[in-house]
Every structure is written in structure tokens, then in C-alpha cells.
């Protein structure tokens, strides 16, 4: 009897140990993220800049990521102009499928979709080869030689996910608005200026501006979040792939909370 | 001169009371040790009982909890990343699996620090890479990517890019380890000759104890977080502590005669 009592006590006190340390954990997580944004922007600006190593950052999360966005960018057009056309028929507002598309497209799914697709492409990539060269000690002999891993490995990778994500974003846009052109008019019979008319009346510079702001916030969260993964990657093999998952989930989430919160910072501020 | 200016002359680096620990772990309790100019100095110990932690600290990779690091009289402790920079300059550290950067060939590798460090075009780095390999018996290797490369190759090839800025110390994390006899000698003669070449300061973290009576100057035993004993290869086997005594016998590296211990037969 007394120790079954003191069983249970010692799982409530494991269980509530547990509870406070999510939201401790959470806490060290992000602390640990800003510090190494924090030492990425002291790295920015000291010498040397290696072009070679930004333009290498950027090829790889930029250029590579190019025909990938294409596709999904055309497909996720495609399949909005149809759910719409179907939608919107029933009660006969179809004319609006290039508005709502459009709206839908520059506001949300393009940087959304824009960021996982670079998170699961160069964002595993990045935390992949930062956790092997950690665990290789290649980083502490970056070190050795008097180079900052940080802004060697770090910095590069941050600001070409700052730069080449709304790019990439505006690639979606584009792609994406043709798919559902292409659909909606030629396979739904949409009259061609109606779409086109409707998608220039509401689709107005903010609206893609709203979308681009929010690709640069997740192009550099994703690589930072990618970046620290690797970085601090310990236990091997092992270590890099719970390195590796960590980057990519930790990626999704970060990207699909951060847009609420933005979206309402941004809609705010619209108002105004 | 000031008592404690000549002991920098003699003492490149001095390590004063370093403590660290990881969580739980005390791993360094209070290592107090002086690495001396120009000569081979060797730390030795078991596995486990912190001697890459401690080579680590020497150059500014890791923060101790407390003690003081002098290189050249500089306490390098409270130093940043970015004023370390300067100092670590002056190192040059060959890994235990030689650290190569597996993106890049041994060219590129081997030229790194050029490139980082100095203004030097392709043409002269590669003329100096090319140099510097063929000294080591690495002539040919130089289109080659790590990964094609013995174990022995990948060693040397980290040797050559710890030696192309021409530090003034050199770092070794467990040289010989998991290289056969052969390959073993070569290494150690390899880092005598260097050292009398460059007149480098040369640190080896080891728990070859043949190697180390085969080359060494000055060696210090780490036990427990702590040098227990530190003097010339001489006192350290006349060292009555125990842990070192057992060190000795048990490596079999040193024959024993008469209950006296001699160094093992020394090579040509």
C-alpha cells in the first residue's frame, strides 16, 4: 500500500517535471535559434566576404530549388482553379475564380508552400552536411585555421534564404497564376477577360508584397532553423539524422505558425 | 629579465588550475601544465580522461569553468571568437581522423588556409600545395577528394595543411592511433623531423606510450583530470606514482630489467 502510494507520487512528480519542461525546453530552443542569428549579424559584417561562399549558398538554395517550386507552383494553381470553378459555380460566381485565386496565391500559398518546399529540399540538405562536418570535426578545424564556422558555414546560408526565398516565391506566383489560368479558361470555360480582369482588379501590389515579406521572414527562419540543427549535431550518425528531422519539422512549424501571426501583424497594419 | 618573462621564453604556452566539466562530468580538475618552446611535448593518459577535452581548450575551441590559458603570455580564456582568431593563427592542429574537408579535394584542402590567409593567386598556392605534398610523400594525391584516401594518406594530408601557414605550434589529437606499426613509425618520425626542421612547438595528445618514449621531450601524464606528473621522459620513468608506474609496465612499451625500467630500444 505505501508504495504504491509513493509510485504514484513519484509519477506526478515526474509528470509535472514534464509539463514545465516543455515550455523551459521551448524557451532554451528559441534562445539558442537567436543566439546564433545574433553571431550570424555580428559575422555579416567583419572581413572577409567571400563572394564565392554566398554565391554557392545561393545557387544551392536558390537556383537548385527553381524547376522543384515550378512544379508544385503550377500544380498547386491548377488544382485551386479547379476546386474553385466547382465551387464557386454552384452558386454561379465563377467569374471570381481569378480573384480568389490570385488573392489566395500571392497572400498565402505562395511563400507557405514556397518555404516547405526549400525546407524539405535545401534545409534538410544544409542539416545534413553542417551535422556531418560537426561531427567530423571539419567545423572546429574551420576553427583551428582561424575561420569562424559561422560566418564561413552559417551566415552564407541565412542570407541566401533571406534573399533567394521571395524570388523563388515571386517563381510560384507567376507559375502558379498560369496554371489557374490555364485551367480555369481552357478546361472550365471561364471567359478569358472576366479572369483576367477580376485577378488585376484585386490583386494589387500589397497583396503580393504581403507574400514576399513573409517568404524573407521564412526563407531566414527555415535556414537558421536548418543551420542550428547541423551546427550543434552531436552523436554521430545517429545525431545527424535526429539533426536532419528536427530541421524539417522544426522548419513546417515554425513557417505554418509564423504565417498566422504575421498574416494578423500584417492585416493590421494594412488597415491603417 | 622578470622571473616570469624568462618562464614565457621557456614556456610557450602555460596552463593554470583549468577546470571543466560537461553536466555531471568533471572532466579537467585542475590542470596546471607548461608546454615548452621548440620541443616535442606529449600528454599522455587513458582513454576518458580528457585529453582531447584539454587539447581542445588550448586553442579557444572550448571554455573552461574556470583557470587560465597563456599563450605567449596572452590569457587567451576571456578572449572572443573573433580576437581569438589572431591567436589561433599561430596553431596549426592535425584531427585524429585528420578533419578534412570531404567537398574539397586535397589541393583545395591543403591550399584552404592560403586562400583564408593570405593574397596569394591559384598559381602560387598550387605551386605551394604541390611542394608541400610532395615533401610528405603525397605526390600525385592532389585531384583526389578525401574519401579516396587511406587512413595514413588522410593523416598526412591534414599534416600538410597544419604546416602550410607555418605555425608556430603544432597540435597532434592522437597521432598514431589506428595506424599499423609501420605506418606508426613513419608518423613518429614525421613529427620528430618537423619538429627539428621547423624548430615548431609541437603538442601530442597520446596513450602510445612507445611512440612517446620514442620521441618525446617533455612529457606530462593527465590521471583523473589532472597531470600527475610532468619532466622528461627520464624523470617520468623514475616517477614513483603509481598510476604512471602501471602506465608504463602495462603498455609494454618499456622492457623491465633487474626491477628498473629502461626505455625501450630507441630506432635508428
Same mark, same amino acid.
Given at each position: 500500500?505505501?508504495?504504491?502510494?509513493?509510485?504514484?507520487?513519484?509519477?506526478?512528480?515526474?509528470?509535472?517535471?514534464?509539463?514545465?519542461?516543455?515550455?523551459?525546453?521551448?524557451?532554451?530552443?528559441?534562445?539558442?535559434?537567436?543566439?546564433?542569428?545574433?553571431?550570424?549579424?555580428?559575422?555579416?559584417?567583419?572581413?572577409?566576404?567571400?563572394?564565392?561562399?554566398?554565391?554557392?549558398?545561393?545557387?544551392?538554395?536558390?537556383?537548385?530549388?527553381?524547376?522543384?517550386?515550378?512544379?508544385?507552383?503550377?500544380?498547386?494553381?491548377?488544382?485551386?482553379?479547379?476546386?474553385?470553378?466547382?465551387?464557386?459555380?454552384?452558386?454561379?460566381?465563377?467569374?471570381?475564380?481569378?480573384?480568389?485565386?490570385?488573392?489566395?496565391?500571392?497572400?498565402?500559398?505562395?511563400?507557405?508552400?514556397?518555404?516547405?518546399?526549400?525546407?524539405?529540399?535545401?534545409?534538410?540538405?544544409?542539416?545534413?552536411?553542417?551535422?556531418?562536418?560537426?561531427?567530423?570535426?571539419?567545423?572546429?578545424?574551420?576553427?583551428?585555421?582561424?575561420?569562424?564556422?559561422?560566418?564561413?558555414?552559417?551566415?552564407?546560408?541565412?542570407?541566401?534564404?533571406?534573399?533567394?526565398?521571395?524570388?523563388?516565391?515571386?517563381?510560384?506566383?507567376?507559375?502558379?497564376?498560369?496554371?489557374?489560368?490555364?485551367?480555369?479558361?481552357?478546361?472550365?470555360?471561364?471567359?478569358?477577360?472576366?479572369?483576367?480582369?477580376?485577378?488585376?482588379?484585386?490583386?494589387?501590389?500589397?497583396?503580393?508584397?504581403?507574400?514576399?515579406?513573409?517568404?524573407?521572414?521564412?526563407?531566414?527562419?527555415?535556414?537558421?532553423?536548418?543551420?542550428?540543427?547541423?551546427?550543434?549535431?552531436?552523436?554521430?550518425?545517429?545525431?545527424?539524422?535526429?539533426?536532419?528531422?528536427?530541421?524539417?519539422?522544426?522548419?513546417?512549424?515554425?513557417?505554418?505558425?509564423?504565417?498566422?501571426?504575421?498574416?494578423?501583424?500584417?492585416?493590421?497594419?494594412?488597415?491603417? | 629579465?622578470?622571473?616570469?618573462?624568462?618562464?614565457?621564453?621557456?614556456?610557450?604556452?602555460?596552463?593554470?588550475?583549468?577546470?571543466?566539466?560537461?553536466?555531471?562530468?568533471?572532466?579537467?580538475?585542475?590542470?596546471?601544465?607548461?608546454?615548452?618552446?621548440?620541443?616535442?611535448?606529449?600528454?599522455?593518459?587513458?582513454?576518458?580522461?580528457?585529453?582531447?577535452?584539454?587539447?581542445?581548450?588550448?586553442?579557444?575551441?572550448?571554455?573552461?569553468?574556470?583557470?587560465?590559458?597563456?599563450?605567449?603570455?596572452?590569457?587567451?580564456?576571456?578572449?572572443?571568437?573573433?580576437?581569438?582568431?589572431?591567436?589561433?593563427?599561430?596553431?596549426?592542429?592535425?584531427?585524429?581522423?585528420?578533419?578534412?574537408?570531404?567537398?574539397?579535394?586535397?589541393?583545395?584542402?591543403?591550399?584552404?588556409? $592560403?586562400?583564408?590567409?593570405? *593574397? %596569394?593567386?591559384?598559381?602560387?598556392? =598550387?605551386?605551394?600545395?604541390? !611542394?608541400?605534398?610532395?615533401? #610528405?610523400?603525397?605526390?600525385?594525391?592532389?585531384?583526389?577528394?578525401?574519401?579516396? $584516401?587511406?587512413?595514413?594518406? *588522410? %593523416?598526412?594530408?591534414?599534416?600538410? =595543411?597544419?604546416?602550410?601557414? !607555418?605555425?608556430?605550434?603544432? #597540435?597532434?589529437?592522437?597521432?598514431?592511433?589506428?595506424?599499423?606499426?609501420?605506418?606508426?613509425?613513419?608518423?613518429?618520425?614525421?613529427?620528430?623531423?618537423?619538429?627539428?626542421?621547423?624548430?615548431?612547438?609541437?603538442?601530442?595528445?597520446?596513450?602510445?606510450?612507445?611512440?612517446?618514449?620514442?620521441?618525446?621531450?617533455?612529457?606530462?601524464?593527465?590521471?583523473?583530470?589532472?597531470?600527475?606528473?610532468?619532466?622528461?621522459?627520464?624523470?617520468?620513468?623514475?616517477?614513483?606514482?603509481?598510476?604512471?608506474?602501471?602506465?608504463?609496465?602495462?603498455?609494454?612499451?618499456?622492457?623491465?630489467?633487474?626491477?628498473?625500467?629502461?626505455?625501450?630500444?630507441?630506432?635508428?
Amino acid at each position: 500500500m505505501e508504495s504504491a502510494r509513493s509510485r504514484i507520487w513519484q509519477h506526478t512528480v515526474r509528470a509535472v517535471d514534464r509539463l514545465w519542461m516543455t515550455p523551459v525546453h521551448i524557451v532554451e530552443l528559441v534562445g539558442d535559434h537567436l543566439t546564433l542569428l545574433g553571431r550570424a549579424a555580428f559575422w555579416l559584417f567583419k572581413r572577409p566576404f567571400r563572394t564565392r561562399v554566398y554565391l554557392e549558398a545561393m545557387e544551392f538554395i536558390g537556383v537548385e530549388s527553381v524547376g522543384i517550386v515550378a512544379m508544385i507552383g503550377a500544380f498547386v494553381g491548377m488544382v485551386f482553379a479547379l476546386q474553385l470553378t466547382s465551387a464557386l459555380r454552384q452558386f454561379g460566381t465563377e467569374s471570381y475564380v481569378g480573384a480568389t485565386l490570385g488573392i489566395a496565391l500571392t497572400r498565402e500559398l505562395a511563400p507557405v508552400f514556397t518555404s516547405i518546399v526549400v525546407a524539405a529540399r535545401a534545409g534538410a540538405g544544409m542539416a545534413t552536411e553542417l551535422g556531418s562536418m560537426r561531427i567530423t570535426e571539419q567545423i572546429d578545424a574551420l576553427s583551428t585555421m582561424a575561420v569562424s564556422p559561422v560566418q564561413y558555414l552559417v551566415t552564407p546560408r541565412v542570407v541566401a534564404g533571406i534573399l533567394m526565398v521571395p524570388l523563388l516565391c515571386m517563381l510560384f506566383n507567376c507559375v502558379g497564376l498560369c496554371g489557374g489560368y490555364g485551367v480555369a479558361v481552357y478546361l472550365q470555360n471561364v471567359d478569358r477577360g472576366v479572369f483576367v480582369e477580376n485577378a488585376r482588379a484585386v490583386v494589387e501590389y500589397r497583396e503580393i508584397l504581403q507574400g514576399l515579406i513573409k517568404a524573407t521572414i521564412f526563407g531566414g527562419a527555415l535556414t537558421l532553423i536548418s543551420c542550428q540543427q547541423g551546427y550543434n549535431a552531436s552523436g554521430g550518425a545517429k545525431g545527424v539524422g535526429i539533426g536532419t528531422t528536427r530541421a524539417v519539422v522544426g522548419s513546417f512549424v515554425t513557417i505554418l505558425v509564423l504565417d498566422y501571426f504575421l498574416t494578423d501583424v500584417i492585416l493590421f497594419l494594412q488597415r491603417k | 629579465m622578470s622571473d616570469d618573462a624568462e618562464k614565457s621564453q621557456q614556456f610557450q604556452i602555460r596552463i593554470r588550475d583549468l577546470h571543466k566539466s560537461f553536466g555531471e562530468h568533471h572532466v579537467l580538475r585542475g590542470i596546471d601544465l607548461d608546454i615548452e618552446r621548440g620541443k616535442i611535448n606529449i600528454v599522455i593518459g587513458g582513454s576518458g580522461q580528457g585529453k582531447s577535452v584539454l587539447m581542445k581548450h588550448l586553442m579557444g575551441l572550448l571554455k573552461p569553468d574556470q583557470g587560465h590559458i597563456y599563450v605567449d603570455g596572452e590569457d587567451i580564456v576571456s578572449l572572443g571568437e573573433y580576437e581569438l582568431n589572431p591567436i589561433r593563427r599561430k596553431f596549426g592542429m592535425l584531427f585524429q581522423y585528420a578533419a578534412l574537408f570531404d567537398s574539397l579535394t586535397v589541393e583545395e584542402n591543403v591550399g584552404f588556409p $592560403l586562400f583564408e590567409h593570405t *593574397r %596569394k593567386h591559384s598559381a602560387e598556392v =598550387r605551386t605551394e600545395v604541390k !611542394k608541400r605534398l610532395d615533401a #610528405l610523400g603525397l605526390a600525385g594525391t592532389e585531384k583526389k577528394y578525401p574519401a579516396e $584516401l587511406s587512413g595514413g594518406m *588522410r %593523416k598526412r594530408v591534414g599534416l600538410a =595543411r597544419a604546416l602550410i601557414l !607555418k605555425p608556430e605550434i603544432l #597540435l597532434y589529437d592522437e597521432p598514431t592511433t589506428g595506424l599499423d606499426p609501420v605506418a606508426t613509425k613513419n608518423v613518429d618520425d614525421m613529427i620528430r623531423d618537423i619538429s627539428k626542421e621547423t624548430g615548431v612547438t609541437s603538442v601530442v595528445i597520446s596513450h602510445d606510450m612507445a611512440s612517446t618514449f620514442r620521441i618525446a621531450d617533455r612529457i606530462s601524464m593527465l590521471y583523473e583530470g589532472k597531470i600527475v606528473v610532468s619532466g622528461s621522459p627520464d624523470e617520468v620513468l623514475r616517477s614513483s606514482h603509481e598510476m604512471v608506474r602501471m602506465f608504463i609496465e602495462m603498455s609494454g612499451a618499456i622492457r623491465i630489467q633487474d626491477g628498473s625500467v629502461a626505455p625501450p630500444v630507441a630506432p635508428s
